[in-house]
């Protein structure tokens, strides 16, 4: 099913089907996404990371990005410090990899997460009235390039998803986000640099795990 974002209930309609555990793609600020509604209730069990790379195919390992509606919200994962250098620049196209809180539900997923505050107030407030964070990853089968036209997400995808949420085609040239991860002195290395600009870019073990978000 394809809904315009232009409508006026496309917050409700897209907030609704992935606070049911439905797969849908979404315009982001960057690209189309594949997403669906985090776990992060103890008996919350829609494992729809699982689908979407059950959807890209099996060679997808890569983690993937998990958006929050607001700067604030990433404190209630991690106790890491975020540089102020870092929360500036949220919302927009920036994710940091950041260690989970002991005991939180993102712990199956691995000790580390990547959060991003998406530069678009559509998208926040259908996370917002999710109440979860959604995850977020470019759509595409395992190893091909992201989709940016929708006629070729249908026609690709419009049978093993729930709902596309239409914006119009993208600029397949589109930055992706820049990635960071967090170090224990409270500094920072440049996993991907994207469309965010920080000093002293360097590189990390991490930037293979990644690609468009």
Same mark, same amino acid.
């Not at 927009?92 to 107030?121: H, M, N, Q, W, Y």
């Not at 914006?167 to 002195?185: A, F, H, Q, Y």
């Given at each position: 099913m394809i809904f315009p974002k232009d409508d006026p209930s496309s917050v409700e309609h897209a907030a609704s089907s992935l606070s049911s555990g439905k797969i849908v793609v979404i315009p982001t600020d960057t690209i189309y *996404?594949?997403? %669906?509604?985090?776990?992060?209730?103890?008996? /919350?069990?829609?494992?729809?990371?699982?689908?979407?790379?059950?959807? !890209?195919?099996?060679?997808? +390992? !890569? #983690?993937?990005?998990?958006?929050?509606?607001? #700067?604030?919200?990433?404190?209630?994962? +991690? @106790?890491d410090t975020i540089p102020e250098e870092l929360l500036s620049k949220w919302p927009g196209a920036l994710s940091i990899v950041v260690r989970v809180k002991p005991g939180s539900p993102?712990? /199956?997923? *691995? !000790?580390?997460?990547?959060?991003?505050?998406?530069?678009? #107030?559509?998208?926040? /407030?259908?996370? @917002?009235?999710? %109440?979860?964070?959604?995850?977020?990853? /470019?759509?595409?089968?395992?190893?091909?390039?992201?989709l940016v036209d929708v006629a070729e997400i249908e026609k690709q995808f419009g049978s093993e998803v729930d709902?596309?949420?239409?914006? %119009?085609?993208?600029d397949k040239d589109r930055l992706p986000s820049t990635i960071v991860s967090l170090l224990e002195n409270g500094k920072y290395t440049i996993i991907r640099q994207g469309s965010v600009i920080l000093e002293k870019p360097r590189k990390s073990f991490f930037s293979r795990l990644f690609k468009k978000h």
């Amino acid at each position: 099913m394809i809904f315009p974002k232009d409508d006026p209930s496309s917050v409700e309609h897209a907030a609704s089907s992935l606070s049911s555990g439905k797969i849908v793609v979404i315009p982001t600020d960057t690209i189309y *996404g594949f997403s %669906g509604i985090v776990d992060v209730e103890m008996d /919350s069990q829609f494992h729809t990371g699982d689908r979407i790379r059950q959807i !890209k195919g099996r060679d997808e +390992t !890569k #983690p993937f990005i998990h958006l929050i509606a607001n #700067p604030e919200d990433i404190r209630v994962y +991690t @106790n890491d410090t975020i540089p102020e250098e870092l929360l500036s620049k949220w919302p927009g196209a920036l994710s940091i990899v950041v260690r989970v809180k002991p005991g939180s539900p993102l712990e /199956s997923e *691995g !000790k580390t997460a990547a959060f991003r505050c998406p530069d678009d #107030p559509w998208l926040r /407030s259908v996370i @917002n009235a999710v %109440g979860a964070p959604i995850y977020s990853t /470019s759509v595409n089968r395992s190893g091909q390039a992201p989709l940016v036209d929708v006629a070729e997400i249908e026609k690709q995808f419009g049978s093993e998803v729930d709902l596309i949420v239409f914006d %119009g085609d993208m600029d397949k040239d589109r930055l992706p986000s820049t990635i960071v991860s967090l170090l224990e002195n409270g500094k920072y290395t440049i996993i991907r640099q994207g469309s965010v600009i920080l000093e002293k870019p360097r590189k990390s073990f991490f930037s293979r795990l990644f690609k468009k978000h």
